[in-house]
């Protein structure tokens, strides 16, 4: 498994570059007026994605498999950055186009200490996933590890929502922060609290009715890991009315240049929150305590949320009175 994992890893860290710029460019689609763009460019990449999985991993001999799957993905990362770049790097139709650069230490000091947020989360995200796989071996073995790798799976798709909405709104959010549209931000930060709430809500109810055919989609080929899967997130799933609350508070501050108020519900909602929870939580009632962790963890990144944006609202004029 060591052996496929690094093939695997130096495929994909190939087109690193790519995935960056990919990653990138849909805040510059956005800003550029063209989310549909963005849009255009993601499904392209999947689909990229997709059709180089079906050609190269079941044409290829088995031995070269694992490694076909990689070149498919790096390939859908490449179409991801390098159409968008192709595309500002001449003239185009809106508002924003590649051009000559100089070097601004500054500037580009600024833009890390306010993308911390999402540094940090990734590192969170990664150091947590390890202790969850640990706590769950121990209580509940493979089984349990399998059942989580499930979970994260189907949350990916959820929290999706979430996330595109975050960074889909950053830069509307910064613009009538920039330049004074006081109004707006109130219009917009209402408007997204409502929604967010309102798709939170319908999230937990898709959960709980999906629960058991999503199981059984992943790992129907064990009855009791399917039981164990669809048990637990039906118990995970209460955490996504939390969820893009905590999500959307992070990506504010990130739109309105607070990285460091950004990167504290970042590192709090996905390290020390969720670190704390497992730990304490899962000593006093086993595998049922870690699902009910990634509950707790997400109700206390709202709170944390909430202080902030009550102790902001001042500065930022984002809440009326």
Not at 105 to 133: D, H, K, Q, T, W
Not at 253 to 276: C, E, H, M, P
Not at 294 to 307: G, H, K, P, R, T
């Amino acid at each position: 498994m060591l052996k496929n994992a690094v093939l695997y890893g130096r495929i994909i860290l190939l087109a690193l570059p790519f995935n960056t710029l990919q990653l990138l460019f849909q805040s510059f689609c956005v800003t550029a007026e063209k989310p549909k763009l963005g849009l255009g460019v993601t499904v392209l990449s999947g689909i990229t994605n997709m059709v180089l999985d079906a050609v190269l991993v079941i044409s290829l001999p088995q031995e070269y498999k694992l490694a076909g799957a990689a070149v498919a993905t790096a390939l859908s990362q490449v179409v991801g950055g390098g159409v968008p770049l192709l595309y500002f790097a001449r003239k185009n139709s809106s508002i924003l186009r590649l051009g000559k650069c100089r070097f601004d230490g500054r500037i580009l000091l600024r833009a890390c200490v306010n993308g911390s947020s999402e540094f940090m989360s990734n590192i969170s995200m990664n150091l947590v996933g390890m202790l969850y796989n640990l706590q769950l071996l121990h209580y509940a073995g493979e089984d349990g590890v399998a059942a989580y790798g499930v979970m994260m799976y189907v949350s990916m798709i959820f929290s999706a929502a979430f996330i595109g909405y975050s960074i889909g709104i950053a830069p509307v959010v910064g613009y009538h922060d920039g330049a004074k549209n006081h109004s707006e931000l109130q219009g917009l930060l209402k408007k997204s609290l409502l929604m967010i709430g309102m798709f939170g809500v319908a999230m937990v109810a898709a959960a709980e009715a999906l629960a058991w055919p999503l199981a059984r989609l992943f790992v129907g080929y064990d009855p009791e890991l399917t039981r164990l899967t669809a048990e637990g997130f039906r118990i995970f799933g209460l955490c996504f009315f939390f969820m893009g609350y905590a999500i959307f508070s992070s990506g504010f501050f990130t739109a309105l240049n607070d990285g460091v108020t950004s990167a504290i519900i970042s590192f709090l909602r996905t390290l020390v929150f969720q670190v704390a929870a497992v730990l304490l939580l899962s000593s006093l009632w086993g595998i049922t305590g870690i699902w009910i962790s990634i509950i707790v963890a997400e109700f206390m990144a709202v709170l944390l949320s909430a202080l902030f944006l009550m102790i902001k609202r001042i500065k930022y004029h984002y809440w009326a009175g």
